[in-house]
C-alpha cells in the first residue's frame, strides 16, 4: 500500500514557540488514520501545519510524492485536500448553500454528489437558504465536513470532529466517515473521543509533546488496556 | 541615577547627545542669532514633544494623531491668558493652571473612549478629533483669534530689552531672551529625564508588555486600557507643557504654529528617523530634522533654480523648496521600510539587518 | 442539543433593523425643528447627494479593512488624484461642458470619470504593492507607510498641478434646480444620488450574487478557511483595493463637481470624514458604510441649518453618540 501523505522531521514554531519537535508519520492511501493525543500534544498544530496555515520550520513533507512544505495553503487545498478545523470555521453569514458553492471550487455544485451528502446530513438540506450562524454546532459540523467532501477530494484533513456533540449526531459523523472512506478518500482524523476512534480508524498514531509516540494498527491498540492507559492516560471508565 | 539606569548603550550615540547637549547649552553665548537661536529653540521644544509622542508610539504601540491637538491647547492657553490678562505671571500660571487639566481630561476622554479596542481604532478617533479641534481653533475667533493666532507680550523678565548680566561683565550679554532660551532648555531637559524615567519605571515595563502581546498583558492581570490610557495623558502633560514653552518663546500661538497636520507628521518623522521607542531617538531625531528643515530648504531653492535655469521640466517643481515634504513624506516611507528602529536602533546594534 | 430529527425551524436571525431606520427616524425628527417643508426637503435631497457621494469614497476603505484588516490612512489621496485626473479631461474639452445638452454633458463626464477611476484603481495596485505589501498584518508600520503614502501623493499633486485651487465647473445642463411646488432640488444632486445608488447596489449585488462578491465576504469573516477551501484571498484582496482605490477616485471627480473645485488637499478633509462614516459604521460593514454616510451628511446639512456653529463639530458629537451606543460601530463585523 502506497503512503499519500508522509511527514519526515517536521518542526514547527509559532512565534517564540516551538510547537512540533520532528514529526514523522505516513497516511496510507485509502486508509482512516487516527491522530490521537492529550489537549496541548500538537495534534492541531501537525493539521494546521500540512494545510499550510502555519509553515514547518523544518523537515518535509509529501503529498502523493509531491513536496508541499514550502507551498501556500491555497495550493495545497488544490493538490486536494480538505480541510474541516477543530473550529469548523463555517461561513456564519453565508446560506449552507452559498457555504457549499463556494467549497465546490471547480464548478457548479454537482447535484448527485450534493444527494450523497444529503443522505448522511439531512438537516443540511432543510436549511439550504438559512444562515450558516443560525445552526446547531452539530449542524455545523456537517456542514463544515460537507464542505470538504462536497468535491472529491484526496486527503480529508478533519480536526475533533465530535467535540461537544450529541451522541446521535456522532453515530451520524462516524457513519458518514466509514461512507466517504468506501468513496476512495484518505483520511487523517484528530480525535478525543477513543470510541469514536475505536469506531473509524484503520491505524492510530499517538502524539505528546510535539512528536509521535506510537504508531500501529486501530485494532491492536483497542485491544490493549495498559497501553492506553500509557499513552493517552485513559482510565478505565472510559470503557464502560 | 539621572538616567534612570538607561544609558544611550552606544559609544557614539553617547557621543553625539553629549555634543548636542554642548552645544544646546551654549548656542546663546556663541551664536547669539536670531536664527540660531529659533534652531536651538525649537530642537529644544520638539526633543521634548517627540519624547512624549515616543512614549505612545514607541513604548505602546499606539498611534495618535491628536498630539499637535495638545500641543496647540498648551500654546494657546498661555497665549489666550497672556493676551487677555496682560503681560504678567499671574496670566502664565493661569495659562498653565487651564491648559495642563484641559490636555488631560481630553487625553483621558480619548483614551477611555477609543483604546478599548484596536490600535487602528484609536489611530483613526484621534485623527477625528484632532481635525475638529484644528477647525475649532481656526473658527472661533473670538477667542483664538481664528487664522490669525494671537500674538501676546512676556512679562519683563523675559523681554529681549531686559538685561540682567551686562555685556562687560563675562564678555557675553544676558537679557530676557537668553533667560526664557535657558528655562526652556532646562524644562525640556527635566521633561525628556522625566519621560526616561516612567518608561524605565515597573509602569514602563507594562506598557512594552502591553506592545508586545495585549492579550498575554490583559491575561496576566494588568488593565491594559488603565495603563494606555494613563499613558496617553502623560504624553498630553508633556505635549501640552511643550506647547506653552513654544508660545513663549514666539510669543505667538496660531494654528500653523501649533495645531497643523504638519506639525503631527513632522513629529511622526523624527520618532522614525531618531528610533521609536528609545526616547534618547528623539533628541538625535529632532536635532536632525530641524537642522535639516532650516538649512536644507535653502539648498533645494538653490537647486531648484539651478533647474529652472538649465530649462529641465518638472525638476524645478519638485525642487522647489515648498515641495520639501514630498522628499520628507519618500524619507519616511523609506525610513519605516528601512531603518525601522531609526538611528538610535542603528547606533545600539549596526549589525542587525533592517527587519 | 439538536439531533437529526430536530424541528423544521431554525432560531431566527434577530434582524437588526434599528441602524437602518436611523436615518429616517433622524429626518422625521428634524421636519419639525427646521419647520419649512420646502426647506427641509431641500435639506433632505442635500443630505442624500452628499452621504451618496461619501459612500462612494468611503466603501473601498471599509472593505479593505475588513477583508485583510489593512487601513489605508492614504484613501484621501486616490480621493484627489481622482479630481485632478477629471480636469485633465474636462478642461481641455470644456466647450462640450459648457453646451447646453444634457448628452453632450454626459458624453465627456463618463470618460471622465472612467478615466479617474481607472488612474486611481491603478494607483491603488502601485500603493498595494509597495506600500502594504511589504508591511502585511503590521498595523503599526502599517499606518506610518500608508501615513507616508498621503504625504507623497499630495505633494506629488501640488508639483505637477501648482499649489492654486483649480476650478472645475459644474456642465451647464447640470446646473440650476427642479422646482417642484416651492421645492427646489439642485439637478446635479439627484444625479450624485443616482449614481450613489447605483454603486451601491452594484457593491451589494456583487456581494450577494456573485462567487467573488460571496468570497469577499467569507474572506472578511475567515481569511484562513477561504484559502484553505484553495482559493488565493492575496490575489482577491488585490483587486477589492483596486477597485476601492477606484470607486475613491469617482468619489473624487463628483465632489470635486459638487465643489466645483480641485485642490491638493481636499483628500485630506475628506479622509477624516471618510474614517468617521468607517468607524459609525463598523469597520468592514459596507451596509454601515452606506448607514454611516448618510447620517453623517444629514448631520453636517441639518446641523447646518439649525446651529450653523456645531457644524464644525457635529460629526464627532455623532461618532461619540454612535460609539456610546454601540462602541464597535452600527454593524460590528462579527469576527473581530
Same mark, same amino acid.
Given at each position: 500500500?502506497?503512503?499519500?501523505?508522509?511527514?519526515?522531521?517536521?518542526?514547527?514554531?509559532?512565534?517564540?514557540?516551538?510547537?512540533?519537535?520532528?514529526?514523522?508519520?505516513?497516511?496510507?492511501?485509502?486508509?482512516?488514520?487516527? $491522530?490521537?493525543? &492529550?489537549? !496541548?500534544?500538537?495534534?492541531?498544530?501537525? @493539521?494546521?501545519? #500540512?494545510? +499550510?496555515?502555519?509553515? *514547518?520550520?523544518?523537515?518535509?513533507?509529501?503529498?502523493?510524492?509531491?513536496?508541499?512544505?514550502?507551498?501556500?495553503?491555497?495550493?495545497?487545498?488544490?493538490?486536494?485536500?480538505?480541510?474541516?478545523?477543530?473550529?469548523?470555521a463555517?461561513?456564519?453569514?453565508?446560506?449552507?448553500?452559498?457555504?457549499?458553492? $463556494?467549497?465546490? &471550487?471547480? !464548478?457548479?455544485?454537482?447535484?448527485?454528489? @450534493?444527494?450523497? #451528502?444529503? +443522505?448522511?446530513?439531512? *438537516?443540511?438540506?432543510?436549511?439550504?437558504?438559512?444562515?450558516?450562524?443560525?445552526?446547531?454546532?452539530?449542524?455545523?459540523q456537517?456542514?463544515?465536513?460537507?464542505?470538504?467532501?462536497?468535491?472529491?477530494?484526496?486527503?480529508?484533513?478533519?480536526?475533533e470532529?465530535?467535540?461537544?456533540?450529541?451522541?446521535?449526531?456522532?453515530?451520524?459523523?462516524?457513519?458518514?466517515?466509514?461512507?466517504?472512506?468506501?468513496?476512495?478518500?484518505?483520511?487523517?482524523?484528530?480525535?478525543?473521543?477513543?470510541?469514536?476512534?475505536q469506531?473509524?480508524?484503520?491505524?492510530?498514531?499517538?502524539?505528546?509533546?510535539?512528536?509521535?509516540?506510537?504508531?500501529?494498527?486501530?485494532?491492536?491498540?483497542?485491544?490493549?488496556?495498559?497501553?492506553q492507559e500509557?499513552?493517552?492516560?485513559?482510565?478505565?471508565?472510559?470503557?464502560? | 541615577?539621572?538616567?534612570?539606569?538607561?544609558?544611550?548603550?552606544?559609544?557614539?550615540?553617547?557621543?553625539?547627545?553629549?555634543?548636542?547637549?554642548?552645544?544646546?547649552?551654549?548656542?546663546?553665548?556663541?551664536?547669539?542669532?536670531?536664527?540660531?537661536?529659533?534652531?536651538?529653540?525649537?530642537?529644544?521644544?520638539?526633543?521634548?514633544?517627540?519624547?512624549?509622542?515616543?512614549?505612545?508610539?514607541?513604548?505602546?504601540?499606539?498611534?495618535?494623531?491628536?498630539?499637535?491637538?495638545?500641543?496647540?491647547?498648551?500654546?494657546?492657553s498661555?497665549?489666550?491668558?497672556?493676551?487677555?490678562?496682560?503681560?504678567?505671571?499671574?496670566?502664565?500660571?493661569?495659562?498653565?493652571?487651564?491648559?495642563?487639566?484641559?490636555?488631560?481630561?481630553?487625553?483621558l476622554?480619548?483614551?477611555?473612549?477609543?483604546?478599548?479596542?484596536?490600535?487602528?481604532?484609536?489611530?483613526?478617533?484621534?485623527?477625528?478629533?484632532?481635525?475638529?479641534?484644528?477647525?475649532?481653533a481656526?473658527?472661533?475667533?473670538?477667542?483664538?483669534?481664528?487664522?490669525?493666532?494671537?500674538?501676546?507680550?512676556?512679562?519683563?523678565?523675559?523681554?529681549?530689552?531686559?538685561?540682567?548680566?551686562?555685556?562687560?561683565?563675562?564678555?557675553?550679554?544676558?537679557?530676557?531672551?537668553?533667560?526664557?532660551?535657558?528655562?526652556?532648555?532646562?524644562?525640556?531637559?527635566?521633561?525628556?529625564?522625566?519621560?526616561?524615567?516612567?518608561?524605565?519605571?515597573?509602569?514602563?515595563?507594562?506598557?512594552?508588555?502591553?506592545?508586545?502581546?495585549?492579550?498575554?498583558?490583559?491575561a496576566?492581570?494588568?488593565?491594559?486600557?488603565?495603563?494606555?490610557?494613563?499613558?496617553?495623558?502623560?504624553?498630553?502633560?508633556?505635549?501640552?507643557?511643550?506647547?506653552?514653552?513654544?508660545?513663549?518663546?514666539?510669543?505667538?500661538?496660531?494654528?500653523?504654529?501649533?495645531?497643523?497636520?504638519?506639525?503631527?507628521?513632522?513629529?511622526?518623522?523624527?520618532?522614525?528617523?531618531?528610533?521609536?521607542?528609545?526616547i534618547?531617538?528623539?533628541?538625535?531625531?529632532?536635532?536632525?530634522?530641524?537642522?535639516?528643515?532650516?538649512?536644507?530648504?535653502?539648498?533645494?531653492?538653490?537647486?531648484?533654480?539651478?533647474?529652472?535655469?538649465?530649462?529641465?521640466p518638472?525638476?524645478?517643481?519638485?525642487?522647489?523648496?515648498?515641495?520639501?515634504?514630498?522628499?520628507?513624506?519618500?524619507?519616511?516611507?523609506?525610513?519605516?521600510?528601512?531603518?525601522?528602529?531609526?538611528?538610535?536602533?542603528r547606533?545600539?546594534?549596526?549589525?542587525?539587518?533592517?527587519? | 442539543?439538536?439531533?437529526?430529527?430536530?424541528?423544521?425551524?431554525?432560531p431566527?436571525p434577530?434582524?437588526?433593523?434599528?441602524?437602518?431606520?436611523?436615518?429616517?427616524?433622524?429626518?422625521?425628527?428634524?421636519?419639525?425643528?427646521?419647520?419649512?417643508?420646502s426647506?427641509?426637503?431641500?435639506?433632505?435631497?442635500?443630505?442624500?447627494?452628499?452621504?451618496?457621494?461619501?459612500?462612494?469614497?468611503?466603501?473601498?476603505?471599509?472593505?479593505?479593512?475588513?477583508?485583510?484588516?489593512?487601513?489605508?490612512?492614504?484613501?484621501?489621496?486616490?480621493?484627489?488624484?481622482?479630481?485632478?485626473?477629471?480636469?485633465?479631461?474636462?478642461?481641455?474639452?470644456?466647450?462640450?461642458?459648457?453646451?447646453?445638452?444634457?448628452?453632450?454633458?454626459?458624453?465627456?463626464?463618463?470618460?471622465?470619470?472612467?478615466?479617474?477611476?481607472?488612474?486611481?484603481?491603478?494607483?491603488?495596485?502601485?500603493?498595494?504593492?509597495?506600500?502594504?505589501?511589504?508591511?502585511?498584518?503590521?498595523?503599526?508600520?502599517?499606518?506610518?507607510?500608508?501615513?507616508?503614502?498621503?504625504?507623497?501623493?499630495?505633494?506629488?499633486?501640488?508639483?505637477?498641478?501648482?499649489?492654486?485651487?483649480?476650478?472645475?465647473?459644474?456642465?451647464?445642463?447640470?446646473?440650476?434646480?427642479?422646482?417642484?411646488?416651492?421645492?427646489?432640488?439642485?439637478?446635479?444632486?439627484?444625479?450624485?444620488?443616482?449614481?450613489?445608488l447605483?454603486?451601491?447596489?452594484?457593491?451589494?449585488?456583487?456581494?450577494?450574487?456573485?462567487?467573488?462578491?460571496?468570497?469577499?465576504?467569507?474572506?472578511?469573516?475567515?481569511?484562513?478557511?477561504?484559502?484553505?477551501?484553495?482559493?488565493?484571498i492575496?490575489?482577491?484582496?488585490?483587486?477589492?483595493?483596486?477597485?476601492?482605490?477606484?470607486?475613491?477616485?469617482?468619489?473624487?471627480?463628483?465632489?470635486?463637481?459638487?465643489?466645483?473645485?480641485v485642490?491638493?488637499?481636499?483628500?485630506?478633509?475628506?479622509t477624516?470624514?471618510?474614517?468617521i462614516?468607517?468607524?459609525?459604521?463598523?469597520?468592514?460593514?459596507?451596509?454601515?458604510?452606506?448607514?454611516?454616510?448618510?447620517?453623517v451628511?444629514?448631520?453636517?446639512?441639518?446641523?447646518?441649518?439649525?446651529?450653523?456653529?456645531?457644524?464644525?463639530?457635529?460629526?464627532?458629537?455623532?461618532m461619540?453618540?454612535?460609539?456610546?451606543?454601540?462602541?464597535?460601530?452600527?454593524?460590528?463585523?462579527?469576527?473581530?
Open positions: 500500500m502506497t503512503d499519500l501523505l508522509t511527514l519526515a522531521g517536521v518542526h514547527t514554531h509559532v512565534g517564540r514557540y516551538h510547537i512540533l519537535h520532528g514529526v514523522d508519520f505516513s497516511v496510507p492511501e485509502g486508509q482512516t488514520t487516527m $491522530l490521537l493525543g &492529550r489537549n !496541548g500534544a500538537g495534534k492541531t498544530s501537525t @493539521l494546521r501545519t #500540512i494545510m +499550510g496555515l502555519w509553515q *514547518a520550520s523544518a523537515g518535509q513533507i509529501s503529498l502523493d510524492g509531491q513536496r508541499i512544505e514550502a507551498s501556500a495553503t491555497p495550493d495545497i487545498a488544490r493538490l486536494g485536500v480538505g480541510y474541516v478545523p477543530e473550529s469548523m463555517v461561513f456564519s453569514d453565508l446560506t449552507v448553500k452559498e457555504n457549499l458553492i $463556494l467549497a465546490a &471550487r471547480d !464548478g457548479p455544485l454537482d447535484d448527485a454528489r @450534493l444527494e450523497w #451528502i444529503f +443522505g448522511f446530513f439531512p *438537516a443540511l438540506r432543510r436549511f439550504w437558504l438559512s444562515r450558516a450562524g443560525a445552526l446547531s454546532g452539530g449542524q455545523k456537517m456542514l463544515s465536513i460537507a464542505r470538504a467532501i462536497v468535491e472529491p477530494r484526496k486527503l480529508l484533513l478533519i480536526d470532529p465530535t467535540k461537544g456533540l450529541a451522541p446521535a449526531i456522532v453515530v451520524a459523523l462516524i457513519e458518514c466517515f466509514a461512507e466517504i472512506k468506501r468513496r476512495g478518500a484518505t483520511i487523517l482524523l484528530v480525535e478525543q473521543n477513543f470510541h469514536a476512534a469506531a473509524i480508524g484503520d491505524t492510530v498514531l499517538v502524539m505528546d509533546n510535539g512528536r509521535i509516540v506510537h504508531r500501529g494498527e486501530m485494532a491492536a491498540l483497542a485491544g490493549d488496556f495498559a497501553l500509557k499513552l493517552l492516560g485513559l482510565s478505565l471508565e472510559t470503557h464502560q | 541615577m539621572i538616567l534612570s539606569g538607561d544609558p544611550p548603550r552606544s559609544r557614539v550615540l553617547s557621543i553625539l547627545l553629549v555634543v548636542i547637549i554642548a552645544a544646546l547649552a551654549v548656542t546663546p553665548l556663541l551664536f547669539p542669532g536670531a536664527k540660531a537661536m529659533n534652531v536651538a529653540t525649537k530642537i529644544c521644544i520638539f526633543a521634548a514633544l517627540v519624547a512624549s509622542y515616543d512614549l505612545l508610539l514607541g513604548y505602546t504601540g499606539t498611534v495618535s494623531f491628536a498630539h499637535t491637538m495638545f500641543y496647540g491647547i498648551g500654546s494657546y498661555i497665549a489666550i491668558a497672556l493676551y487677555s490678562m496682560g503681560p504678567n505671571w499671574a496670566a502664565v500660571a493661569v495659562g498653565v493652571a487651564a491648559g495642563l487639566p484641559l490636555a488631560m481630561l481630553l487625553a476622554a480619548i483614551g477611555l473612549f477609543s483604546l478599548r479596542v484596536e490600535a487602528i481604532f484609536f489611530a483613526m478617533i484621534t485623527l477625528a478629533v484632532a481635525s475638529a479641534f484644528l477647525v475649532l481656526s473658527q472661533l475667533s473670538w477667542l483664538t483669534g481664528g487664522e490669525d493666532g494671537r500674538s501676546f507680550q512676556l512679562p519683563e523678565l523675559l523681554r529681549p530689552g531686559t538685561i540682567l548680566i551686562p555685556q562687560d561683565w563675562f564678555g557675553f550679554a544676558v537679557n530676557g531672551r537668553v533667560l526664557t532660551y535657558y528655562l526652556i532648555f532646562i524644562a525640556c531637559a527635566a521633561m525628556i529625564l522625566a519621560l526616561l524615567r516612567v518608561v524605565n519605571s515597573p509602569f514602563g515595563r507594562v506598557l512594552q508588555a502591553i506592545r508586545e502581546n495585549r492579550f498575554r498583558a490583559e496576566l492581570g494588568f488593565r491594559t486600557v488603565f495603563h494606555l490610557t494613563y499613558a496617553n495623558c502623560l504624553a498630553a502633560l508633556v505635549a501640552a507643557s511643550a506647547g506653552m514653552l513654544n508660545a513663549l518663546w514666539l510669543r505667538y500661538a496660531g494654528p500653523d504654529t501649533s495645531l497643523s497636520f504638519a506639525i503631527m507628521l513632522d513629529i511622526l518623522l523624527m520618532v522614525v528617523i531618531g528610533g521609536m521607542g528609545t534618547y531617538g528623539a533628541i538625535v531625531g529632532a536635532v536632525i530634522f530641524i537642522l535639516a528643515q532650516n538649512y536644507l530648504q535653502a539648498l533645494m531653492g538653490a537647486a531648484s533654480n539651478a533647474a529652472a535655469d538649465a530649462g529641465l518638472l525638476l524645478p517643481g519638485l525642487l522647489h523648496p515648498d515641495r520639501w515634504l514630498l522628499w520628507l513624506g519618500l524619507l519616511f516611507i523609506a525610513s519605516v521600510y528601512f531603518f525601522p528602529t531609526g538611528v538610535v536602533g547606533l545600539r546594534n549596526p549589525s542587525r539587518k533592517p527587519a | 442539543m439538536t439531533d437529526l430529527a430536530a424541528t423544521d425551524a431554525l431566527r434577530k434582524r437588526d433593523l434599528l441602524p437602518v431606520l436611523l436615518p429616517a427616524i433622524l429626518a422625521l425628527a428634524m421636519l419639525p425643528l427646521i419647520g419649512s417643508g426647506s427641509w426637503m431641500t435639506l433632505t435631497v442635500a443630505s442624500l447627494a452628499m452621504g451618496m457621494m461619501i459612500f462612494i469614497m468611503a466603501s473601498g476603505l471599509t472593505l479593505v479593512f475588513g477583508l485583510m484588516d489593512v487601513l489605508n490612512f492614504g484613501h484621501g489621496a486616490f480621493i484627489a488624484v481622482g479630481a485632478y485626473v477629471a480636469t485633465l479631461v474636462l478642461l481641455p474639452l470644456a466647450p462640450y461642458v459648457q453646451a447646453d445638452s444634457l448628452l453632450t454633458n454626459l458624453a465627456v463626464l463618463a470618460p471622465a470619470a472612467l478615466a479617474a477611476m481607472a488612474v486611481s484603481g491603478a494607483l491603488g495596485l502601485v500603493v498595494e504593492r509597495v506600500l502594504i505589501l511589504p508591511v502585511y498584518g503590521q498595523h503599526l508600520k502599517q499606518i506610518l507607510m500608508t501615513t507616508g503614502g498621503l504625504i507623497v501623493a499630495e505633494q506629488a499633486l501640488y508639483a505637477l498641478w501648482g499649489p492654486q485651487i483649480i476650478p472645475l465647473p459644474l456642465p451647464t445642463s447640470l446646473r440650476g434646480s427642479f422646482i417642484i411646488g416651492d421645492v427646489a432640488i439642485a439637478k446635479y444632486r439627484l444625479l450624485a444620488m443616482l449614481v450613489g447605483v454603486v451601491f447596489c452594484g457593491i451589494q449585488l456583487v456581494l450577494n450574487r456573485t462567487k467573488i462578491g460571496l468570497l469577499i465576504r467569507a474572506g472578511v469573516e475567515n481569511r484562513e478557511m477561504v484559502e484553505a477551501l484553495g482559493y488565493r492575496r490575489r482577491l484582496f488585490l483587486g477589492v483595493f483596486m477597485v476601492g482605490s477606484g470607486l475613491a477616485g469617482l468619489g473624487g471627480v463628483m465632489w470635486a463637481l459638487y465643489r466645483e473645485q485642490h491638493a488637499s481636499m483628500g485630506d478633509d475628506l477624516v470624514l471618510v474614517f462614516v468607517v468607524i459609525i459604521g463598523g469597520l468592514g460593514s459596507i451596509g454601515g458604510c452606506f448607514i454611516g454616510a448618510l447620517l451628511a444629514m448631520v453636517a446639512n441639518y446641523g447646518g441649518f439649525l446651529v450653523p456653529k456645531l457644524a464644525l463639530v457635529s460629526n464627532i458629537l455623532l461619540v453618540a454612535i460609539l456610546m451606543w454601540r462602541p464597535r460601530g452600527l454593524y460590528a463585523v462579527t469576527s473581530r
